[in-house]
């Protein structure tokens, strides 16, 4: 038996031999200086397309990024085969720095926050008139993780010639975000997808919304066949003579270089990440009235200066009522 202590040497020491060779290990990560930069235009099952240069090249992402995800979106540094060519792997290696994300949870109780895009600059957020009702609720919702993420919401509502969309501007009248009143026969005959396009070109805009409002119609009248060869296979399902989205894709915009992002349907939009406090930023009317509010502030308390600031003529009480209600709905689900 060895015994070690003062007058131990070198050769009483046992040397554990290294299974995976004889490379001692580091902690030293490349810099991949010659990463070429590339955009990932869908994900599915580890498996990322991007567009580089102009080509389409499937890559992985590299072990040494551990449990960081690129989504679609992402401008991402790629290296290895970037040739394109069928059967070959390429590494993406680093993600670039986000300008935007758009980020949910599977329910507000749920702690795994899920980024669904990246870098978009605004979010389109489809509802139909009728067939199926607007939930008002979760237009709210999205509306949230817009202003929370840095996208510009921007609201499309479909199946004009069913229901008049009177209700539904009324309800977001005040807040002053932009949209659009599309009809099924506009989408048919082109008319929708060209005043859609309109607001579209030259950005990158996610679609979200539910199943059966007619958001992926709408995006294949966006983008005819001949740009969506560009991205590849597209993967989607079809059932019940509905073409489903399956998994988020990027695909290009003809004209001034937009990109539209289609997002599959949503059945839930938890808030669980979102900060209460960051809502605020999206009120620049009302954000300067919120420096007499005492400290944590839910803004929807007897002692909320926001109320003296609307009384006092800063703002319109409606836009308090509005942002009032935007918190609120973290509080509550999609169904209420």
Known sequence: MRRYGKHTDEDDIRSRPNRKGNRPRTHIRPKHEDAVEGMVLTVD?????????????MAMKARELGRKAAVVGDRV?????????????????????????????????????????ANADQLAIVTALADPEPRPRL??????????????????????DLAPPDKLL?????????????????????DAADRVREQLDGRITAFVGHSGVGKTTLVNALVPEDRRRLTGHVNAVTGR????????????????????????????????????SRVIHA???????????????????PDCALDQWVADGHADPARLYSLRRLLSTRERTEGD
């Open 45 to 57: 099952r580890g498996r990322l397309t991007c567009l580089v240069d102009g080509r389409i090249v």
């Open 77 to 117: 540094g790629i290296v290895g085969d970037l040739t394109g060519t069928k059967d070959t792997l390429a590494r993406i290696v680093r993600i670039e720095e986000r300008t935007s994300v758009l980020r949910r949870t599977a329910d507000d109780d749920d702690p795994y926050e899920r980024v669904v895009v």
């Open 139 to 160: 237009i709210d919702r999205c509306l949230v993780a817009a202003f929370d993420g840095g996208l510009e919401p921007l609201l499309v509502m479909t199946k004009s």
């Open 170 to 190: 009324e309800l977001y009248g005040d807040l002053d975000i932009p949209y659009l009143v599309t009809s099924r026969g506009e989408l048919e005959n082109g």
């Open 241 to 276: 003579g509905r073409h489903t989205t399956t998994s988020a894709l990027a695909l290009p915009l003809a004209g001034e270089g937009g990109w539209v992002i289609d997002t599959p349907g949503l059945r839930s939009f938890g808030l669980h990440h979102v900060d209460p």
């Open 283 to 301: 009120f620049p009317d009302l954000e300067p009235g919120t420096e007499g509010c005492p400290r944590a502030c839910s803004h929807d308390e």
